[in-house]
């Protein structure tokens, strides 16, 4: 089992910067890829950045240019949130991903005010 905490989300303005931190513990894994995706009301969830055991990285069109994803290790990852935008509000959720395990955090808001 793998349990992941996020922390970081919060109110902000447009234009406005927020990070994101995830932790993974349980039985980890170090050829793991972690990421964040993310779900707005009435929307489905959708990737926002992933970044693999290698630091191979993958961003959604949307947050190119604006979004950092990065780890210090194998059992964390975070997101560095620039330029912020009121599309960018949704609840963020934290992925880890090994082979056919996929594990979730419980989410952590983020609103972006206009």
């Known amino acids: 089992q793998v349990r992941l905490v996020e922390s970081g989300g919060g109110l902000v303005q447009a234009g406005g910067s927020l990070r994101l931190s995830c932790t993974a513990s349980?039985?980890?894994?170090?050829?793991?890829?972690m990421g964040w995706y993310r779900q707005a009301p009435g929307k489905q969830r959708e990737l926002v950045a992933t970044i693999t055991d290698s630091g191979r990285t993958n961003y959604a069109d949307s947050v190119k240019g604006r979004f950092t994803i990065s780890r210090d290790n194998y059992k964390t990852v975070s997101l560095q949130m620039n330029s912020l935008r009121p599309d960018d509000t949704a609840v963020y959720y934290c992925?880890?991903?090994?082979?056919?395990?996929?594990?979730w955090g419980q989410g952590t808001q983020v609103t972006v005010s206009s």
């Open positions: 349980g039985i980890i894994f170090s050829d793991n890829a």
């Open positions: 992925s880890y991903l090994r082979g056919s395990d996929n594990y």
